[in-house]
């Protein structure tokens, strides 16, 4: 089964209107982190968000949001306010804290490609 | 300025050639990926390192070797037993001891091209 599901091959956004990038995650492991990379053209994977299974709250970081709902194992990425330098692949990733601790690898899914339009 | 590094930034190899690619990172970590990326899909782990003169099979391994000689340095070698190698790879590094938490640090990449 797969561990990251990422349903949406491809997402459009007006500039300066919010976008969410879904991804569903699959794990028996009670300890485990989610995050979120952005993946421009140019190739290089820039680390955006992380979410923690036993954190309370959503993370936060500027204009990243995570909408973490733990019973639906969904950890929704939130661009607030999209802009033109937005544009760019977008993968959800899981790492597991117990079951795969000699390994400590993240589990990417297949990623959304975010397309922001003037 | 702390990171890591790939080199070549691209890479040309013709059928039946071996080829390596390296990493280096300066940022003093114990952990070293390789991944590979194909388009539309996302990242899948080659092979691993936690330490020096020690690495494991990641899920897709075949046709790959590595080295870890130094905690600096992770190079992966693409045999001509890979059946087909042109992909995006990509080099990353975790800190010792790091929970579930800590985010991973990924180099530019190499994209590898069979002609």
């Known amino acids: 089964a797969q561990k990251i599901t990422q349903t949406q091959p491809g997402m459009f956004v007006q500039e300066k209107e919010a976008v969410t990038l879904d991804c569903t995650y699959d794990t028996s492991d009670p300890s485990y982190g989610l995050f979120w990379y952005k993946q421009p053209s140019s190739g290089e994977m820039i680390f955006l968000i992380y979410q923690g299974s036993y954190d309370q709250q959503n993370a936060t970081e500027g204009r990243y949001s995570l909408n973490f709902q733990k019973a639906r194992k969904s950890a929704n990425l939130v661009i607030s306010a999209s802009q033109l330098g937005d544009s760019a692949m977008y993968f959800c990733?899981?790492?597991?804290?117990?079951?795969?601790?000699?390994?400590?690898?993240?589990?990417f899914g297949s990623g959304t490609r975010l397309q922001v339009q003037p | 300025d702390g990171g890591i590094t790939q080199s070549p930034k691209y890479l040309f190899r013709k059928e039946g050639q071996n080829v390596t690619l390296s990493c280096e990172q300066n940022l003093n970590h114990d952990a070293m990926y390789w991944y590979r990326q194909d388009p539309g899909q996302g990242l899948r782990l080659i092979y691993y390192?936690?330490?020096?003169?020690?690495?494991q099979k990641g899920d897709i391994a075949e046709g790959y070797s590595v080295s870890r000689e130094k905690k600096e340095s992770f190079p992966l070698t693409v045999t001509s037993a890979q059946k087909n190698p042109t992909a995006f790879y990509l080099c990353?590094?975790?800190?010792?001891?790091?929970?579930?938490?800590?985010?991973?640090?990924f180099g530019q990449g190499t994209r590898l091209t069979v002609v």
């Open positions: 990733a899981m790492r597991e804290g117990q079951i795969d601790t000699g390994r400590r690898a993240l589990t």
């Open positions: 390192s936690q330490i020096v003169n020690d690495f």
């Open positions: 990353a590094s975790l800190p010792s001891a790091s929970g579930a938490g800590t985010e991973a640090f």
